[in-house]
């Protein structure tokens, strides 16, 4: 089917060890967003980007990279994971028409401690 | 800067009850709005959204939402709630750019 998946699913690391997210979508989107989950303060972006090769930071970049190196893949890197990185992580990704809402993937938990 | 605030953190409701989620936006210019649905454990969903025509939306599963432009609002309504629309909706708008904004949430209990 069609979408959005992310990879893994749950993740536990010590605090200073690295990782990456990966995110991929088959809809051909131009559009693709990191977004970190934490109760009570609903969607933060992270990075986004907006096209192949191309990568911008949004509202909490600190302490994470990005690359998108294919159009289909955007990947979300901790070089030094911290105990403030606990959340759960969305990706998605949309079309770029005006009006089009997000197809979200189905989130990674991720346990730093 | 661009935001969106949702009035009620956590909602409490009996099956049949009617829903009114309330959603504010602070943006000037035109906007597009969404309201999005995370079941427990799942990802979000779009629910229902609006980018011109005619203000009051119709989405999925019974819910509408109504853009009042002159209250900056996109408030989310049901005439009656089932245990299974437990969840957390999420607001959220952009402004025709890359980025949207996303509200903090309310979480919504259904007693059955």
């Known amino acids: 089917n069609a979408g959005v998946t992310q990879t893994p699913k749950f993740r536990v690391l010590k605090t200073g060890q690295s990782m990456t997210l990966l995110c991929a979508q088959d809809?051909?989107?131009?559009?693709m967003y990191w977004y970190r989950q934490d109760p009570g303060m609903g969607l933060r972006l992270i990075h986004y980007s907006v096209g192949e090769g191309t990568t911008a930071k949004g509202e909490v970049p600190d302490g994470y990279n990005v690359s998108r190196l294919k159009k289909q893949n955007f990947l979300l890197g901790l070089e030094s994971a911290a105990p403030s990185q606990t959340s759960v992580y969305f990706c998605?990704?949309?079309?770029?028409?005006?009006?089009?809402?997000?197809?979200f993937g189905s989130g990674t938990r991720l346990t730093v401690v | 800067a661009q935001s969106v605030s949702q009035h009620n953190h956590h909602v409490i409701l009996s099956e049949a009850a009617s829903l009114e989620l309330g959603c504010n936006y602070s943006?000037?210019?035109?906007?597009?709005l969404f309201w999005y649905v995370q079941y427990p454990g799942q990802h979000l969903q779009l629910l229902l959204k609006?980018?011109?025509?005619?203000?009051l939306v119709k989405g999925i599963k019974g819910f509408e939402a109504e853009f009042i432009k002159s209250k900056f609002s996109f408030n989310l309504r049901k005439p009656s709630v089932q245990w299974s629309d437990t969840a957390e909706y999420f607001c959220a708008s952009d402004t025709g750019g890359f980025k949207t904004i996303f509200g903090a949430g309310t979480r919504l209990f259904v007693k059955a």
């Open positions: 943006y000037g210019g035109t906007v597009n």
């Open positions: 809809m051909n989107h131009e559009y």
């Open positions: 998605a990704s949309r079309n770029t028409q005006i009006g089009y809402g997000y197809t």
């Open positions: 609006y980018f011109s025509g005619d203000p």
